[in-house]
């Protein structure tokens, strides 16, 4: 049986970015694994919060997910933006923030780069991938 965390860990532990790996890993439960591989191109820049500790990738990734299931699905305008508000207000409420700078904040080095290898850095956006494809998975399943 198929677990969104584990389609999603799937492309996060081989070297995709955040963002990447939350929307195919979505895409990809739902078994969309076509629009998942053109979503996945989309992607590629928005990793580490477009690479500049914006927005957090996961979120990114996820959102462009949901929004492509709505849309496959016929969802109306006005469910979609309930949708995309709940999601970022539940992953809000799990990270305290949705911004990458302040998810990694404890791993900044002095020169403003992040230290990667710094296994709780690992562990900091692990738990953003996963949340993101949880709280996706539970938006998804009640439309």
Request: glycine letters at 6%; a negative charge; hydrophobic letters at 40%.
């Amino acid at each position: 049986m198929k677990n969104i965390v584990d389609e999603t860990r799937k492309y996060w532990e081989n070297d995709f970015n955040c963002a990447r790996a939350a929307a195919r890993g979505i895409l990809d439960y739902y078994n969309y694994q076509n629009l998942s591989e053109i979503l996945d191109k989309a992607l590629l820049p928005f990793g580490g919060g477009t690479g500049e500790r914006s927005i957090c990738g996961a979120v990114t990734g996820a959102l462009a997910a949901i929004s492509t299931l709505l849309v496959e699905k016929n969802i109306e305008d006005e469910k979609k933006k309930e949708v995309f508000r709940a999601f970022k207000d539940k992953f809000m409420e799990k990270n305290g923030t949705l911004y990458c700078r302040e998810i990694l904040k404890d791993f900044f080095l002095p020169d403003g780069s992040i230290d990667v290898d710094h296994p709780k850095r690992k562990a900091s956006c692990d738990q953003a991938v996963e949340t993101a494809s949880l709280i996706a998975k539970e938006l998804i399943d009640k439309l």
